[in-house]
């Protein structure tokens, strides 16, 4: 994962809606419902929060996953990690 930019995990979900990086600042990384509206977040917002929670864990599954299928698999995930860099 070093050509990425994002921010490293892990990310987790604080209060159903925010999406912090657990370092040392706590930062957060996003939101998928507005600060001010956490409590009133829907069911699909938390699912939301949850999977972007989930990313860095994923595209690191992905980046290690390709070395070992085919090249039509390879060239799709290859494709999905330039997605997520921002490339495509």
């Known amino acids: 994962m070093s050509d990425t ?3 490293k995990g ?3 979900v604080d209060n159903g809606a925010r999406i912090y990086c ?3 600042t706590g ?4 939101e998928a419902c507005g600060f001010e509206f956490v409590s009133r977040c829907k069911e699909e917002e938390i699912a939301n929060a949850h999977l972007i ?12 996953l390709r ?3 085919g090249d039509e698999s390879r ?3 290859e494709e999905l990690l330039a997605k997520a860099r921002g490339e495509v």
Request: aromatic letters at 12%; zero cysteines; hydrophobic letters at 50%.
């Open 53 to 64: 929670a989930a990313a860095p864990e994923m595209y690191a599954m992905l980046d290690d």
């Open 10 to 12: 892990p990310w987790e």
């Open 27 to 30: 930062s957060i990384v996003a």
């Open 75 to 77: 060239e799709e995930i």
């Open 22 to 24: 657990d370092d040392l």
């Open 5 to 7: 930019k994002f921010t």
């Open 67 to 69: 070395q070992y299928v």
